[in-house]
């Protein structure tokens, strides 16, 4: 049976737009189908992926002097940009709740899905807990502000997401929170600092190849979703680190020259042997990177929070 033809879907058109580019590329955000969401979770707990623990202990050590100022208010906002499974912010809500805040929780995800799980978890954990889940884009709720009322808000950017765009995304995602909040809220925003070259690169090509395989899957999703015919074993990933940009880039090479046709799209690529798709970006930053960066999106600096080996940092910006 003829496949049908799903030319139509953004991750068609970014497929046959990033595969005819020269260099060819593929953006991460298409790691994330279920394969891809549980691969990322087990990267969370590899011992050389340290991003997610050094957040954990950060937010964990620091939550007391991040959230001081919000608990001195009557009533606040605690907004959270792609909430996930929600496991970092709980570390926050417990105390919040053991401190008897009065405040509501907007996690925002583009996954009703994610959501609906999300509300269903923290319902158990904490029955008192008033959450309304945002379900849309970014652009969307920061433009819409569900939340906004008189009281301060607290946003929530964690995970070192930030890091997967570049610098001038970056730029544009911070400015476009600063415009979405009022004056006196709040910004928490997770950033992978400039280290040892040797620790980030382990970090993106760990020893027992989960990353490899997140990378590789977004060949896979092209082989099931737009009926390719991607060979995974005739491509190899390959991160890089470049310590002046501070950014890690993940690549897949493809082993050979050899042809790859993808039916839904009605086209066959052509690979050279050696060329490389560049598929994801992971950024680093240094402290003083931070502070200009701050400043140039609207905001000032309060402090950043660093785990004590400095690898990772929570930056509290007020605008
Ligand atoms: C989601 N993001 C912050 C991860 C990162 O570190 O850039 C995604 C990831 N890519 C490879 N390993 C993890």
Not at 40 to 66: A, C, N, R, W
Not at 236 to 252: A, N
Request: glycine share 6%; hydrophobic share 35%; proline share 3%.
């Amino acid at each position: 049976m003829e496949s049908t033809i799903k030319t139509d879907t953004e991750f068609a058109k970014d497929v046959l737009e990033g595969l005819s580019a020269k260099p060819k590329h593929l953006s991460s955000k298409y790691f994330y189908d279920e394969k891809g969401d549980k691969l990322f979770q087990k990267i969370m707990g590899l011992p050389e992926y340290y991003l997610t623990k050094k957040e954990f202990s950060i937010l964990d050590s620091h939550k007391v002097e991040i959230l001081a100022d919000l608990l001195a208010s009557p009533s606040f906002n605690l907004v959270e940009l792609g909430a996930g499974d929600g496991l970092k912010t709980k570390i926050l809500i417990r105390y919040l709740q053991n401190e008897k805040a009065n405040f509501t929780y907007y996690p925002i995800d583009i996954s009703g899905s994610v959501l609906r799980e999300l509300k269903t978890d923290l319902q158990q954990s904490f029955p008192a807990l008033d959450v309304q889940p945002i379900k849309g884009t970014y652009k969307r709720a920061l433009e819409e502000r569900k939340w906004e009322n008189q009281h301060p808000s607290l946003l929530l950017f964690l995970g070192g997401n930030i890091g997967n765009f570049t610098y001038q995304e970056a730029f544009s995602m911070l400015n476009r929170i600063a415009r979405s909040l009022k004056s006196g809220d709040y910004l928490l925003v997770g950033f992978d600092l400039k280290k040892d070259p040797a620790t980030i690169l382990k970090a993106y090509n760990d020893a027992e190849g989960v990353t490899r395989d997140f990378n590789l899957n977004i060949l896979s999703r092209i082989n099931k979703e737009l009926g390719g015919n991607f060979d995974m074993a005739k491509f190899k990933h390959w991160p890089t680190y470049d310590p002046v940009t501070g950014e890690c880039r993940s690549y897949l090479v493809s082993s050979e020259k050899q042809k790859v046709e993808v039916k839904d799209l009605k086209r066959t690529f052509y690979f050279e042997n050696a060329e490389a798709i560049h598929t994801e970006i992971s950024k680093k930053y240094s402290h003083e990177e931070l502070e200009e960066l701050a400043v140039k999106s609207g905001f000032r600096v309060i402090r950043d929070f660093d785990d004590p080996d400095h690898y990772f940092t929570d930056a509290l910006w007020q605008k």
